[in-house]
T-cell receptor
Framework: SAVISQKPSRDICQRGTSLTIQCQVDSQVTMMFWYRQQPGQSLTLIATANQGSEATYESGFVIDKFPISRPNLTFSTLTVSNMSPEDSSIYLC?????????????FGPGTRLTVL | GQNIDQPTEMTATEGAIVQINCTYQTSGFNGLFWYQQHAGEAPTFLSYNVLDGLEEKGRFSSFLSRSKGYSYLLLKELQMKDSASYLCASMGDNFNKFYFGSGTKLNVKP
């Protein structure tokens, strides 16, 4: 099965700064997604990263706060901009269609972000 | 709107059987997925149902009733390593969009 990696695995950041999270897949995938999982909560979809076009954001998430890049079929980045303590969360990328199970999403290991 | 409900927490004994329920109300339905998430780790895919009935995969089985908006995950012969959160997710009208429940934390005791 494909390997999904994320960098960094964790970071502690100061309020007002920005952090870019990378997601790399070792095979080409059609769909890549970014989720947020706040402490003790379930996963909330931030956006779908579209290759070659602007990401599709869910209600409550905007491009200025969470710019996303998808330059090719194996890589995407999520930037958390102008951070505040409320952005402290685990950020996960996911891809679908791996391992022959259609429409199933598989997750990267996550990036644990703490904003002071 | 989207509404996925699961119990918050359950406790079971090693070697026993436990059933984790999930009810859903989503705009459109194209599948129900179960994920396991150990503390501090990413969710891992367990099982999915598209049609009504039971899908069995070793010690794990998942059941779906579309008319009732109901699914359950059945774990048999519980092991200590099964202590984790179990997430139910519904795939809506957009085949790529998952709606996750809040997760059920399962504690397996000796």
């Amino acid at each position: 099965s494909a390997v999904i990696s994320q960098k960094p695995s964790r970071d502690i950041c100061q309020r007002g700064t920005s952090l870019t999270i990378q997601c790399q897949v070792d095979s080409q995938v059609t769909m890549m997604f970014w989720y947020r999982q706040q402490p003790g909560q379930s996963l909330t979809l931030i956006a779908t990263a579209n290759q070659g076009s602007e990401a599709t954001y869910e209600s409550g998430f905007v491009i200025d706060k969470f710019p996303i890049s998808r330059p090719n079929l194996t890589f995407s980045t999520l930037t958390v901009s102008n951070m505040s303590p409320e952005d402290s969360s685990i950020y996960l990328c996911s891809v679908d269609g791996l391992a022959g199970v259609p429409d199933t999403q598989y997750f990267g290991p996550g990036t644990r972000l703490t904003v002071l | 709107g989207q509404n996925i409900d699961q119990p918050t927490e359950m406790t079971a004994t090693e070697g026993a059987i436990v059933q984790i329920n999930c009810t859903y109300q989503t705009s459109g339905f194209n599948g129900l997925f179960w994920y396991q998430q150990h503390a501090g780790e990413a969710p891992t895919f367990l099982s999915y149902n598209v049609l009504d009935g039971l899908e069995e995969k070793g010690r794990f089985s998942s059941f779906l009733s579309r008319s009732k908006g109901y699914s359950y995950l059945l774990l048999k012969e519980l092991q200590m390593k099964d202590s984790a959160s179990y997430l139910c997710a519904s795939m809506g009208d957009n085949f790529n969009k998952f709606y996750f429940g809040s997760g059920t934390k399962l504690n397996v005791k000796p």
